[in-house]
C-alpha cells in the first residue's frame, strides 16, 4: 500500500513538474518574459522615438535574446536549444511587433486629427509620390517608351498612391512588413539567446 502511494506520489509530481512544458519550455514563466522585454522593445521600435530603422531591429534581437537569457537564469531548465529559443523569441517579436504597430497607430491618428498636422502630412506625401512617379517615369523612357507613353503609364499609380485607399494600403503594407522583419529578428536574437546565454556552465577544472 505504501509502494503504491509513493508510485502515485511521483506520477502526481512528474505530471505537475511537466504542466505548461511544451517542446522543453515552460510558457508560462516563458511568456512572463518575453512580456517583460516586448514592452520596452515595442515602443522603442515604433516612430516615436528617434532609434532607426536599423537600430531598431538590433534592439529587437537584443531584447529576444535578453528574454531567453532570464527565462533560463530564473528557471534553469539544464539546457536550450535552438529552436526553444528562437520559439521564445517568436513570442517576445509578436508582442513587441503589435505594440510599435499599435503605438505607430496611434500616434498617426494623434498627429492628424489632434495636433491637425493633416495638411502637412498629405503635402509632404504628395511630394515623395512625385519624386517616385518621376524616377519611375525616366526608368519607363529608357526602356523605349515615349513620354507620352511614359506619363500615361504612371497616371493610374499616381491617382491610387494620392486615394485615400492607396494610402491607407501603403501605411498598412509598410506597418506589417515592419512588423515581420521584427519578428524574424526577434527569432533570430531568441536562437543566439539559447546559444549564448542558456548554455549549462560547465564546472571548473
Not at 15 to 27: E, K, N, Y
Not at 191 to 203: C, E, V
Request: glycine share 14%; charged share 10%; hydrophobic share 55%.
Amino acid at each position: 500500500m505504501a509502494l503504491g502511494d509513493g508510485v502515485a506520489q511521483s506520477a502526481n509530481g512528474a505530471a505537475s513538474g511537466l504542466t505548461g512544458m511544451a517542446d522543453g519550455i515552460a510558457w508560462r514563466p516563458a511568456m512572463k518574459a518575453a512580456l517583460m522585454l516586448a514592452a520596452p522593445a515595442g515602443v522603442l521600435c515604433s516612430g516615436v522615438t528617434v532609434i532607426g530603422p536599423s537600430l531598431g531591429l538590433l534592439w529587437m534581437s537584443g531584447a529576444a535574446a535578453w528574454a531567453v537569457g532570464l527565462y533560463f537564469k530564473r528557471n534553469r531548465p539544464g539546457w536550450l536549444t535552438w529552436g526553444a529559443g528562437a520559439r521564445i523569441g517568436l513570442v517576445t517579436g509578436l508582442f513587441a511587433s503589435w505594440l510599435t504597430l499599435s503605438v505607430n497607430g496611434v500616434a498617426l491618428w494623434v498627429n492628424r486629427f489632434v495636433m491637425h498636422q493633416g495638411g502637412q502630412m498629405d503635402s509632404l506625401w504628395t511630394g515623395e509620390v512625385e519624386n517616385s512617379l518621376q524616377l519611375s517615369q525616366q526608368m519607363v523612357a529608357q526602356m523605349g517608351m515615349t513620354a507620352a507613353q511614359a506619363a500615361q503609364s504612371t497616371q493610374f499609380s499616381k491617382a491610387w498612391m494620392l486615394s485615400a485607399e492607396g494610402r491607407a494600403g501603403i501605411a498598412l503594407s509598410t506597418f506589417v512588413a515592419g512588423a515581420v522583419f521584427l519578428i524574424l529578428f526577434a527569432m533570430l536574437g531568441g536562437a543566439l539567446g539559447a546559444r549564448l546565454l542558456a548554455q549549462p556552465r560547465r564546472p571548473d577544472a
